[in-house]
Every structure is written in structure tokens, then in C-alpha cells.
């Protein structure tokens, strides 16, 4: 069976910290997505209720990602999340990414 790799169609913006400043590193390609098959988060600081996990994937490029970086998904919406954990995917095959946990630091923008 072949290797597949996402489809990173969206790009990302980080900060090592709170954010504040230039970037870090950026644009770095993404996906963004909420995994159906994973329980959500249960006891969020969001109005006590249960909110789903949200997930980032990005092609492997060497940056040194860390818990708590800021992150601007897609670059320059102003959408920012937080990063909970990061994990490398498939490490040394073709299809190798980063898989990152994040959740939302500043309200729903309103997209058209």
C-alpha cells in the first residue's frame, strides 16, 4: 500500500511564547481538523462543557515546536490557539509529519 501524505492546505504563523512580536517561525504549511473517532476534552475551562479535540498536521520541517507556543492558524487571520503537545508521525517513512494538539486562545473570528 503506498504512503499517503495530508493535504496541508492551510498555512501557519508561531511563536515560541505568548505570541507577542514577529513570529518565530512561519509560514509553515498545515491542516487543521477535529478528529470525529476521539472522545472530547471533557472539564475545559470553556463554560465547564465538553469540547472537542482539535488537531494540526504539518510536514516535518526541523522547527523545534514546544507546549505553550502560540500558534496563528491560518497566518494572519488572527485566529490564535495554543499548543498542548506535539508528536512526531510515521518518523523516518515518506509520509513523516507533526501532529499537534491545540485549543483556541481568542474568540471565533467571524469568516465569512
Known sequence: ???????FN???????GIGVGPPDYG????QIF???????????????SALPAIYVRSPSPG??????D???IP????????LDWVEYVHR????????????RTIPWSPHP
Do not use: K
Open 75 to 82: 497566518a494572519g487571520s488572527g485566529d490564535r490557539y495554543n
Open 1 to 7: 500500500m503506498p504512503y499517503y501524505l495530508p493535504n
Open 34 to 48: 477535529i478528529n470525529s473517532r476521539v472522545p472530547a476534552i471533557e472539564g475545559t475551562a470553556f463554560i465547564g
Open 92 to 103: 523516518g517513512f515518506p509520509n513523516e509529519y507533526v501532529l499537534f494538539s491545540i485549543h
Open 70 to 72: 502560540a500558534l496563528e
Open 10 to 16: 492551510l498555512n501557519m504563523i508561531g511563536w515560541h
Open 63 to 68: 522547527i523545534a515546536y514546544a507546549q505553550n
Open 27 to 30: 509560514p509553515v504549511a498545515c
